[in-house]
Structure formats: C-alpha cells, structure tokens
C-alpha cells in the first residue's frame, strides 16, 4: 500500500479556467476527506464521504466546487471559474473506521 | 467560529527539554482528539490521539493529556529533538464518521 496519492501535485492555471484534482485513498479506507490549506493556517474542512456518500460539505464552499467519489473509490474535486482566492494546497485523507486521518502530500493550486 | 484554537503560533525549545503545545475546543460534542505533525512541502502525519474517555495517552517521548471540564488538551514531548522541528496541529472529531476539525497549528523549534 503506498498512502493516499494526489494528483497532479503541482496546477498553475489562469483566472476562470477549471481545474480538477484527484484523490486515491488507502485500499478499503470507506472514508474520504478534502481539506483545503493557505499558508500559515490549518487545514480547513471541505467536503467528507462515507464510501460514495457525500456526508457534509462545508459552507464556505461555494457552487463552483464539486466533488465525487464514484464506486467509493478515488475522488475528484473540481473547481469551476477558478478565482486568484482559489490559490492554495488542496489536501485529500482518508480513514478506515477510526478517528485517524491519513494525509496525501497535497495538489497546490496556482491561480494566476 | 474556531472550534479548536491553537494560541502559541510557535514555541522555541532547548534539544533535550520537554516541548508543550497547547490546544483548547469549543464544541463539547467533540470526544476525540488528534495531534499531527507537517513538514514544509508534506501532507499532515499522525502523531497521537486520545478518546474522551481518558485523560492521558502515552506513545513514546509523546504524551497527551485532555481536561474535559476545561476543554483543553496538550502535547508533551520530551525529549525534544531537533528532528521534533515542524508544525503540530490539534485536531477534534465528534462522533463516529463525522469530518475532523482542525487547529490552525504551532510552529514548533527545537534548538541544538
């Protein structure tokens, strides 16, 4: 098992484009988490699932972001009209049935 | 509203004296704990936990206490190493399969 692989790690793109990030968890961890963190602050909750089952998202997530996990496997987080406050790490973890979380190295979003 | 604050934004510590790090909650509903530790450039890794039903848990150098009437929590490490260098974050969960809170982290050195 090789941890929770995000991709791409690295994403530069212009004001408005849309931009998509992936997330593999742990073989059989059911939950899934996406955390978004800026510099100098923790990591900030966005979106969880049990499986393929959204549970909560966050309100400070606007409509242009959206997130699936089909078949309760990998996930993807989409972020549509990006804005330069967009600009940050994006974290995915995922966690079998206990309280801990086991983080990817991140996708860090550019937008210019 | 910060559900779990992290009020020293870094601490500095002698190599060999013991480091504390502090962590106070807001939402009594939380009843599990979490510490980890980042590294520049990596995901969050998992240091320590604690259950709501204790008051100390004990993993090597690192201990956590947790005063429930205070709803306050706090990492000890001793001995500290220079390798200890990073930045901890407290974490909070309520119950089972719910999204985990995050502090906003302390920036802990540790001198030679």
């Known amino acids: 098992d090789t941890g929770v692989s995000q991709n791409p790690r690295h994403k530069i793109t212009k004001r408005g484009q849309n931009v998509t990030f992936r997330c593999d968890p742990i073989?059989?961890?059911?939950?899934l988490y996406w955390y978004r963190q800026t510099l100098g602050q923790g990591p900030e909750f966005l979106t969880y699932?049990?499986?393929?089952?959204?549970?909560?998202k966050s309100r400070l997530l606007s409509d242009r972001f959206s997130a699936e996990r089909p078949k309760g496997s990998f996930s993807t987080l989409e972020i549509q009209r990006t804005e330069q406050g967009d600009s940050a790490m994006y974290l995915c973890?995922?966690?079998?049935?206990?309280?801990?979380?086991?983080f990817g190295e991140g996708s860090r979003l550019t937008v210019l | 509203d910060q559900q779990v604050k992290q009020n020293s934004p870094s601490l500095s510590v002698q190599e060999g004296r013991i480091s504390i790090l502090n962590c106070d909650y807001t939402?009594?509903?939380?009843?599990?704990f979490l510490w980890y530790k980042k590294y520049p450039a990596e995901g969050p890794t998992f240091l320590i936990s604690?259950?709501?039903?204790?008051d100390k848990n004990e993993d090597g150098r690192f201990t956590v206490f947790l005063n429930k009437s205070a709803k306050h929590l706090s990492l000890h490490i001793v001995p500290s190493q220079p390798g200890d260098s990073a930045v901890y974050f407290c974490?909070?969960?309520?119950?089972?399969?719910?999204?985990?809170?995050f502090g906003p982290g302390t920036s802990l050195s540790v001198i030679p």
């Open positions: 973890a995922s966690a079998a049935n206990t309280g801990e979380l086991f």
């Open positions: 073989s059989e961890h059911n939950r």
């Open positions: 699932f049990q499986n393929e089952a959204q549970l909560e």
């Open positions: 939402n009594s509903m939380f009843d599990y």
């Open positions: 604690i259950s709501s039903i204790k």
């Open positions: 974490a909070a969960e309520g119950t089972s399969y719910d999204k985990v809170i």
